[in-house]
Structures are given as C-alpha cells and as structure tokens.
C-alpha cells in the first residue's frame, strides 16, 4: 500500500532552534508532495508544495527522490511555529486524492 | 476566499441513529472529500467525489455513504452509529483547474462527532 510516513508524533524545539520535520514515501514515481498545517483552533490548511518551490514562512521542503523523502525545515523555529504538521501526498498515480501521514506536532518553547 | 462550511462543530449522537454531516463549498470547486482526523492516525479519506452524483471510496469507506447531488453540497452519511466512528470529521474541496495532477484542498472547520 502507497504509504506518508511521519516518525515523530511530537519534536520540541526552543525558540531560535532549527526544525526538521521528517516525511517519507513508500513509492517510486514522481509524486505531487505537500505540507499541511493546523494552528490550535483553525483549520487546516496548505503550507507548502514541492512544486512551488517556495518558501512560505520560513518553512522549505525538498523532495529527495534516492531518499524517497519530502522533510520541512526551517532554521529558526518561532513560538507562533507551534502546530500539528501533516506531510501529503498523490502517491503513484495522477489523482487528485491525497495520502495523509500521520502529523507531527510541533512544540516552540519560549 | 474559498469557502468550506460543515454543518455542526459539534454533534452527540446515540448508537444505531442515523446520522447526516453537511458540507458546503463556494468556490465551484470540481472535487469533494470527507476525511476523519484521529489523533495518532492522521487524515484518513473516507469517501471522494470528482462531479455530480459520482463517489470514489476512499479508505476507510465501511459504516459510511456520501450523496452529492449538487455542486456544492457533500453529505456524509452514518447509516447506523457505532462509537468507533467517535472522531473528527474533515471536509474539503479542491480544484480539477491548476494544471496539476492533485490541487491544494481546503478543509472546513470539522465537526466533532461523539457517538454514545
């Protein structure tokens, strides 16, 4: 089965750390990645693709295809950084269906 | 702004009733999705619909039926309560039109089913 895996379920970090949030994908291809994230009490929403190639607050993700890999980074990590983070993906095949991990929440101490 | 509206942000429900969660896009968007959110376990898809009247099962489509039978309108369906369908419900909706093989989904609020 197409598989997102996200091993941590909780990183914390101080403030002015960097971050890597970790993502991975069980299959060959050239898949459509994502990075989503929910802010305590708002919805989810979009925080960066892979083929955007952006950088949206501070976060970059680069896909790694040898690595089969798509972790977010940031390198100065902000309280207001604090969320629950989920990697995403297309998977195999041209679907507009999406695989979800299984989040990573992350903790920004002052 | 698109727009994705669920009906309830929060629900109580007892075993064996039926059960209808609504969702609402004003953006004319193509697809549809129900997902539920527990923690531990991500977003899993319950059911996708691309267009009017069409439905894909997702992965965890067992206990579940969705109708759409307007554009912007996606009903999730629990034919008879259990309370392992006690979860977060996620709608979203997305674009066929960005020129990409899987466009950005925006979420609704949820709503917060607890089935005694």
């Known amino acids: 089965a197409q598989r997102v895996t996200q091993p941590e379920k909780l990183l914390s970090v101080f403030k002015g750390a960097p971050v890597e949030l970790k993502c991975n994908y069980s299959?060959?291809?050239?898949?459509?990645l994502f990075w989503y994230v929910q802010y305590s009490r708002q919805r989810l929403q979009l925080l960066l693709r892979h083929i955007s190639r952006e950088s949206i607050k501070g976060f970059t993700a680069d896909l790694n295809k040898g690595e089969t890999s798509f972790h977010l980074k940031k390198p100065f990590a902000q309280e207001e950084d604090s969320a629950m983070y989920y990697c995403a993906s297309n998977g195999a095949y041209n679907t507009d269906k999406l695989i979800f991990g299984t989040g990573t929440r992350l903790q920004v101490f002052p | 702004d698109v727009k994705v509206t669920q009906s309830s942000r929060y629900l109580v429900k007892r075993t064996g009733e039926k059960v209808f969660l609504e969702c609402v896009q004003d953006m004319d968007h193509e697809n549809m999705f129900w997902y539920r959110q527990d923690p531990g376990l991500g977003l899993r898809l319950i059911y996708f619909s691309y267009d009017v009247k069409m439905k894909e099962k997702g992965d965890i489509p067992e206990g579940y039926s969705v109708s759409r039978e307007k554009k912007e309108r996606f009903s999730l369906i629990l034919e008879s309560a259990s309370t392992n369908q006690t979860s977060m419900y996620l709608c979203?909706?997305?674009?066929?039109?960005?020129?990409?093989?899987?466009?950005?989904?925006?979420f609704g609020p949820g709503t917060r089913l607890t089935v005694t």
């Open positions: 979203a909706s997305s674009t066929n039109d960005q020129g990409f093989s899987a466009s950005e989904q925006y």
């Open positions: 299959y060959s291809g050239s898949p459509e």
